[in-house]
């Protein structure tokens, strides 16, 4: 499955927080289970001194390389 437009824009989300410093790691939880979750979080800050988290990458729970196969030499 090649990665979607979201997942892009999501990347690039996260990609320029990192650059710019507003990034945050933070423990969340799922709405489906009410598991806790680890989650990179973009960072904006609003006009009135508050903040908001965009959570556009969640991090893997366990090992990940006992989780997930590696991408496809021809994908």
Known sequence: MPLSVGD???FETLREAMFNGDVEHLECQLMSTGESAAV????????DQHFAFVPPAQLVGGDPYTLLNPPLPDQ
């Open 8 to 10: 892009k824009v999501n």
């Open 40 to 47: 990179n979080c973009a960072v904006n800050r609003e006009p």
